[in-house]
């Protein structure tokens, strides 16, 4: 009886652990994504999860490591538009247009989280490296977002610059919230701002 026990009460005690550090990581998420990883303290996530800081550094011996759950975590839940999607859509203006779409939705839903990042990125080591992911995928999106326009040299440049601005998350941020655009119309303005700089 004492062997199947043993086996029942490791099984059962990673179970706990695992989900001590699954509610660490969550916490991590909510503190993030509404006072920023600037202001997030290894206490306050400890405080958020209900447990000791003892508790928290058994499980994540740094911040880095804890940003890093975070981060695989809020990712996880959060997906970025796929790429391979936009490259199946063979007219540029039309793949332009699910684009923009897509990623306004994305940053729609992820709005806070998102400000928060890049307003802490200047200040936070951690937040930029980790960061520098999501600036790929914009980079490898623009690049995606060229394909099938015959431009070269200056003037695949300033398309190219045009698409990068119409996919960052201040563009979409600019125009509707401050100015109050709907997501639709955000997309047309952006399509027309790119059409334009392809004409010159």
Request: glycine share 6%; charged share 30%; proline share 3%.
């Amino acid at each position: 009886m004492a062997h199947e026990k043993r086996p029942y009460r490791k099984s059962k005690r990673a179970e706990l652990e695992e989900r001590t550090r699954l509610r660490l990581t969550e916490a991590a998420v909510e503190l993030h994504g509404s006072v920023g990883p600037a202001r997030t303290s290894m206490s306050a996530v400890a405080e958020r999860a209900g447990v000791r800081r003892s508790t928290l550094y058994r499980h994540f011996a740094d911040e880095a490591e804890l940003f890093d759950a975070c981060s695989r975590h809020w990712a996880a839940a959060n997906p970025v538009p796929d790429l391979g999607d936009w490259a199946r859509v063979r007219d540029p203006e039309e793949r332009l247009a699910v684009a923009l779409a897509q990623l306004y939705a994305f940053y729609a839903r992820n709005e806070t989280m998102l400000a928060n990042l890049l307003r802490d990125e200047s200040s936070m080591p951690i937040v930029a490296e980790r960061f520098a992911a999501f600036r790929g995928y914009l980079d490898a999106a623009r690049d995606v977002l060229l394909r099938g326009r015959g431009l070269r040299g200056r003037a695949r440049g300033e398309v190219g610059a045009a698409i990068g601005h119409a996919l960052s998350f201040r563009a979409w941020q600019s125009l509707v919230r401050e100015q109050g655009m709907r997501d639709e119309w955000a997309v047309d303005a952006m399509r027309r701002f790119v059409e334009v700089a392809a004409r010159r």
